[in-house]
């Protein structure tokens, strides 16, 4: 089990831009895949963008384009690039990590992102 620890959260106004950290202790290479999830106030936690180990990414249909994960394996972190950001992109940002051969999976606290109209 590792630890994640998620930073780069704010306030920033509508169209900016901001890039969350999801720091592992550990190896990033324990985990098969890296996903971040978002919560807004009143809704449920929700799949925004996962990396697999293999290279692969997806993302949910409302921030395609706009939003980009990456792995850097050497500085054991994740990424979340978010561009042109919407006010219903606000939310507190969870990083999660699963190893899929042992079932085992990790959650961060969680960043605040705000963002102003």
């Known amino acids: 089990q590792g630890q994640l620890v998620e930073s780069g959260g704010g306030l920033v106004q509508l169209g900016g831009s901001l890039r969350l950290s999801c720091s592992i202790s550990?190896?990033?290479?324990?985990?098969?895949?890296v996903s971040w999830y978002r919560q807004a106030p009143g809704k449920q936690r929700e799949l925004v963008a996962t990396v697999f180990s293999t290279g692969p990414s997806n993302y949910a249909d409302g921030v395609k384009h706009r939003f980009t994960i990456s792995g850097d394996i050497g500085m054991n972190t994740v990424y979340l690039q978010m561009n042109s950001l919407k006010p219903e992109d606000t939310a507190v940002y969870y990083c999660?990590?699963?190893?899929?051969?042992?079932?085992?999976?990790?959650w961060g606290q969680g960043t605040q992102v705000t963002v102003s109209s």
């Open positions: 999660h990590a699963r190893n899929d051969r042992d079932g085992s999976s990790d």
């Open positions: 550990g190896s990033i290479s324990n985990y098969d895949f």
